[in-house]
């Protein structure tokens, strides 16, 4: 189990991406629970198997294998390092570019497994592993509390993660997880982060040269002026919560995540 101690803490309210995912799966796992043909249906049909995919083209197990889960258990252990991991990401990204995140690395975390194996696979924990990548790597030196006692920074954990789950996804056991959708998940979570923004400049290689505007001076301003806003108004978020923000610092700070996120690229290298 892990806490984290700095940022927002377990005080934090809910996202709308959040949200929404948390209730879509919690929907999807007690429709399964109340009703044994109907969770058959599900697993049936929306559990990812790399037959179904490859031979009859059920190409939307690939996003809906996320959304099942095995257990009490498997289900709140996800959502709850998705929740605590994620709302930040969301708070700072914007929800369009957080979700998009999300389902790349289900996605991606999807397709690696079903070169792995040929077994059903359900869960959410390829996504989630690619939203601890991206916590990591955004807050290195963050401290997460194992089980509410011992300390460890961010980049430690989910580097220790990474390794255990690289050797189990090639050295299989029967333990019924599915180590190769968490290496996806790692993998495509650090590949889009690092290197998705050099895909333009790779493109420009082969495309005529454009001229380009002069940088103004404004634009450092600019810059400094969204820094100073967005810290505060994630001070204001710490205190009472995202849902309490109005409509008009909820878009400036979706509008000022964006401006950096365009601008700022040493988040992530």
């Not at 690939?62 to 998705?82: D, K």
């Not at 300390?151 to 255990?164: D, E, S, T, W």
Request: glycine share 8%.
């Amino acid at each position: 189990m892990y806490y984290q101690k700095s940022g927002f803490g377990l005080g934090r309210q809910l996202t709308p991406v959040v949200k929404n995912i948390l209730f879509a799966n919690g929907i999807v796992f007690l429709m399964s629970l109340l009703n044994v043909q109907l969770y058959n249906f599900i697993s049936d049909n929306f559990a990812l198997r790399a037959y179904d995919v490859f031979y009859q083209f059920k190409v939307w197990q690939l996003g809906t294998y996320m959304f099942i889960h095995g257990g009490f258990w498997h289900l709140f252990f996800n959502m709850f390092i998705f929740w605590m991991f994620g709302t930040e990401l969301e708070m700072e990204w914007g929800s369009k570019q957080f979700l998009k995140y999300y389902f790349i690395c289900g996605v991606g975390a999807g397709i690696l497994n079903i070169l792995f194996t040929s077994s059903p696979t359900i869960g959410a924990s390829g996504a989630v592993y690619g939203i601890m990548v991206a916590y990591a790597l955004r807050y290195p030196d963050r401290l997460v509390y194992i089980y509410f006692l011992f300390p460890v920074k961010v980049k430690y954990l989910v580097g220790f993660l990474a390794l255990i789950t690289f050797f189990n996804t090639w050295n299989p056991q029967a333990d019924g997880i599915a180590h190769a959708a968490h290496l996806g998940g790692i993998l495509i979570g650090y590949i889009y982060l690092k290197f998705w923004h050099k895909i333009p400049s790779l493109k420009s290689i082969f495309q005529p040269p454009v001229k380009k505007p002069k940088s103004s001076p404004s634009d450092d301003k600019m810059v400094e002026y969204y820094r100073r806003r967005i810290d505060e108004l994630l001070d204001k978020i710490n205190k009472v919560g995202y849902l309490n923000l109005n409509e008009e610092e909820k878009e400036e700070l979706e509008k000022g995540s964006k401006f950096l996120r365009e601008h700022d690229e040493k988040n992530y290298h």
